[in-house]
């Protein structure tokens, strides 16, 4: 085994886009543009059953079954795209107001949003590709409202299987795709 490459342990800044459409373009890669990642958590729950044989009562094999990929970030800036992930929001003159509680009533299906893109300022740090993201905005924020501290808003996203059942890709954005 090779001594490991000790440049090869990054701190990956990046932004958010959704609805991309061109991985090759310049950012927001022909989507939305939705603000500045302040820190950013990618969540792979794999699960894995253990198959128990009778005779034995021991493990006899491991059954793969999938599991779910989730997305959270942290937004430094007050982005009107953004803040769209919100249950109840108000769009008037191109900025956004956030209704507490709102009118989306408990119990409405949220609708995912398309090719969400988590794109590294650097090329060769990897980008994150969620197919279809439902936005899952945590309820309980913590909005700084500070001179010490910047304004962060916290935005979090379930991965769904899109049409030909791929979630998420994972890797330097000249590897992921293709786009549906």
């Known amino acids: ?19 991309v459409t061109d991985l090759s373009a310049a950012f927001p890669h022909g989507g939305t543009e939705l603000g500045l990642v302040g820190s950013a958590r990618l969540v792979w729950a794999q699960q894995y059953v253990p198959l128990v044989a009778e005779e034995t009562n021991a493990p ?46 408990p119990g409405t299906v949220v609708t995912p949003w398309t090719n969400l893109l988590f794109s590294p300022n650097n090329p060769e740090h990897p980008a994150l590709l969620l197919f279809r993201a439902v936005p899952m905005v945590e309820t309980a924020q913590e909005i700084n409202l500070s001179a010490y501290r910047p304004l962060s808003v916290s935005l979090a996203f379930l991965g769904l299987p899109d049409d030909t059942d791929r979630v998420a890709q994972f890797g330097r954005r000249a590897l992921l795709g293709p786009l549906a």
């Open 1 to 19: 085994m090779a001594a490991p490459n000790v440049n090869a342990s990054y701190l990956v800044s990046g932004r958010l886009a959704r609805g």
């Open 60 to 105: 006899a094999a491991v059954l793969f079954v999938g599991g779910q990929v989730s997305f959270g970030c942290f937004m430094e800036s007050w982005d009107p795209d953004a803040l769209a992930a919100f249950p109840s929001t108000t769009l008037s003159s191109g900025d956004r107001r956030i209704d507490i509680p709102g009118s989306t009533l």
